[in-house]
DNA sequence: GAGTGGTCTAGACCACTCC
DNA sequence: GAGTGGTCTAGACCACTCA
C-alpha cells in the first residue's frame, strides 16, 4: 500500500517523526513498520515456522528504532502472525506444529472426560466444479469459475459428530484430490499451507439451528428432523481475500460451541 | 482489597528493576501495576465512566516510569476495562454511554435491511427462589441460596427472537423487580451496574441446536419442534467471579449469531 | 496554553536459548 | 559468551481537548 518506492522508510529526521507518505492519511511509524513486515508475510519472504530478522535487523533496515520495530511486531504477534519466543527470535505464524489439532473448530465435548484424543476424519468426496452462485459471492469469485468441493465427517470417540462441506478456488488448489486429503497426517489447513501456499488468517462463521434432512441424519447418525448446529464460516488469507467457505453442521447432544466475550 | 500496606510498590532501586514481593512468584512490574490498578477498580476507587488519575500521576504514586503505567493501562485497555481518549483522559469502562445497545449480544440480522433500529423487551418474570443445584454450581453457590430468576422475551422488528432466562445471586441483586426492569432505559448490563454495583465484564458461551418445546414454541411464536440455537452464557465481574447465568433460545430463521475467529 | 494520551528514541539491564 | 526477546527508564515531540 504505501509507497512506490523500495521497502524503506522515509528519515526520521532530526527530531525524530516527520514521516509524510504521498497519498494516504497519516499513520505511525510502526504503523506503517507492519505494513511493510506485513508485505514481505505475503510475499512468502519468509515462511511459515522460519525465523524472521531480529529485532534490531528489523530496525536497522527500516532506519527506526529497536522499540517501534518491537511495537509492530506487537501487534502482528497479537494478530497470530508472528510468535514470539524469548531468546529465540519472532517466528512466522504455522498451522504446523500447533498445539491444538483444529485451529478454528469450537467445539468441544460437555464432559471433559470424554477423551478429546482423536478425531478421525473421513473425506466423501472431492470435487471439481464451476462455483454456484452463492459459493461465487463468498468467495469474490465470478459465477462459473472453478472450485473444489469437499465433503467430510469428523469423528469423535467413534461418533460421527461434524459433516462438513468445503469449497475452495479451483486455481489455488490445483492438485488437491481426495487421496492427498485422505492420506495427510494433521491440520487441513497445515496442508494447505505447505502444499498450496494458502494460509488462513483469521475467519467469521455464522451460526444457526437448522433440523437434519434425511442425507444429513444418515451421515451424522441421527434421526431425520434432529436439531444440528450450522456453522457457516468464511476464511482468509492475507490482504483479506476470502479463500474458504465452508458449511459445517454440527451434533450438539454431547458437544457444544464455545464462546469467549470480552 | 487493598494491601495491609498503602498501594504502593517497593522503590525500583537504582538499576531499576529488584522487586521482590513477599510470596507469591516474581512478575513484570506492570504486571503488579496493572494488579494495583486492578485493584482500585475492584475496591470503586474510581466509578465507572469516571476518569482515573493521569499516566503522570499513576507514575508518581507508584514510583515508576509514565512507560510502565502506560503498559499497564494498554493491556487494561485491551480488556475493556478501561477506555482511553485522546487529549481527555483514561476512563473506566461503564455499560452506559457503549454505541451498541447489547455488549455481549452476537446476534444479527441476516440482511442488513431489517433495521436493528429496535429491540423491544417484555419481562415475563421476576422472581426469588432457592438455586436450583444447576445454577447454584454455575454461580457457585450454595445449593438453596436465594436467586433473583427473571424471564424476558426480545423482539426485532415485531418479531420475538430472543427468550432469556436470567439467574443472579439474590444477596447482589436485592431490589431488583420486573418493574425496575421494565421501566429502566438502556441495558441491563447498565442498570445493574449503576442501581447493584455490579459490572459484567466477560463472559463464556455455550451453544447448541435444540428444538422448541411447547411452551417456548408460543412464546417466541414458531411451530413446536421448531429448531433453535440454545445460547447458555455465564458471566463475571472482577476477580473472576461469576454473577449472572442466562439460558437463551434464539431463533435463527432471520437472524444468526456472528463469531470472529483469530 | 495547559493537560492529556500517542509516538519515537536511546540506552540500560534482565531472562532465556544455544553453542 | 553471544544473541534473542522482555522490561524499564528518561526525555522529547506530536495530536487532541478544553477553557
Redesign the pocket.
Known sequence: MPSSAPAEVPP?AA?????EQVAPS?S?????IKALILRSLQAGEWRPGE???????L?ARF?????????A??EL?ADNLLV???????FVATHHEEQIQYRFLRLEPDHADALGGGANRTFLDCRRLRAPADVARALQMKQGEMVVEVRRVLHFSGQPVVLDDIWLPGHLFKGLTAERLSQYRGPMYALFESEFGVRMIRAEEKLRAVLADDDVARLLEVAPGAPLLSVERLAYTYGDQPVELRKGLYRTDRHHYRNELN
Chains 1, 2 share one sequence.
Not at 505511525?28 to 506503517?32: C, G, K, T
Not at 532506519?63 to 511495537?71: D, H
Not at 514470539?84 to 519472532?90: L, N
Open positions: 526520521p527530531g525524530s517523526q516527520g514521516v497519516f505511525p511509524l510502526y504503523q506503517q525465523a524472521i530478522p531480529s529485532e534490531l535487523e530496525a532506519k527506526v528504532s529497536q522499540g517501534t520495530v518491537r511495537k511486531v506487537d504477534a514470539r519466543r524469548q531468546g529465540k527470535g519472532t
